[in-house]
């Protein structure tokens, strides 16, 4: 059953510390990609990589980090930088940059 | 800068209506458009995906329009159901990415 997961589905973090979003796909894509979606605006990039060892800032790539060591997999760490973190965090994968792009379920991250 | 609208940012009309739902976006010198489906809490579903060569692109009930000498795309429902209820995306590819409309929140009335 192919597809993307992301996990965890809800995740709640303390002023200060760093934390890592998981985004796994077994769809052989090369291109993935990670977004921040906050209410009432369009999804906004973060990350995104096209080949693995290598990923490209986005729109709004401060105080977020990334790493494509392997194909299926491209962490989101979310870390102390990032003043206002609160967001719906979504992944995505393509076959190519142009392709259409599947989405994981997303998390949900709250500060606290 | 490519900026996207989506308009109006909600709407709500009686099950069984066809509808229309609006995207604009400022720059024509785009790659292709996408429209999404987003349900409340959930990622998002590709419905449609139009080439800048295209103008339209049918899946079932849903047919997308491309204009881009006008900036504009229209995604046209056929006899919605309260199934259809979610929010509505486009996104214009260009430039190695997507830029993204708001998004309309639709509501089908049984």
């Known amino acids: 059953d192919g597809g993307i997961t992301q996990s965890p589905k809800y995740l709640f973090r303390k002023e200060g510390q760093n934390v890592t979003l998981s985004c796994e796909q077994n769809l052989n894509h090369d291109a993935m990609y990670w977004y921040r979606q906050d209410p009432g605006q369009g999804l906004r990039l973060i990350y995104y990589?096209?080949?693995?060892?290598?990923?490209q800032k986005g729109d709004i790539a401060e105080g977020y980090s990334v790493s494509r060591e392997k194909k299926e997999s491209f962490p989101l760490t979310v870390t102390s930088a990032q003043k206002n973190p609160t967001a719906f965090y979504l992944c995505?994968?393509?076959?190519?940059?142009?392709?259409?792009?599947?989405f994981g379920p997303g998390t949900r991250l709250t500060v606290l | 800068k490519q900026e996207v609208t989506q308009i109006p940012a909600a709407l709500s009309v009686p099950e069984g209506e066809n509808l229309v739902l609006n995207c604009s976006f400022t720059?024509?010198?785009?790659?292709?458009l996408q429209w999404f489906r987003q349900d409340p809490g959930k990622g998002l579903t590709s419905l449609l995906l139009i080439q800048s060569s295209q103008r339209e692109q049918t899946s079932g009930r849903l047919n997308a329009s491309l204009d881009k000498s006008s900036g504009r795309s229209t995604l046209y429902i056929a006899a919605s159901q309260p199934g259809d209820s979610a929010t509505y995306l486009c996104?214009?590819?260009?430039?190695?990415?997507?830029?993204w409309g708001a998004g309309t929140k639709l509501i089908i009335k049984p």
């Open positions: 995505a994968s393509s076959i190519g940059p142009t392709d259409t792009q599947y």
């Open positions: 990589s096209q080949i693995v060892n290598d990923f």
């Open positions: 720059d024509s010198a785009i790659y292709n």
């Open positions: 996104a214009v590819f260009r430039n190695y990415q997507l830029i």
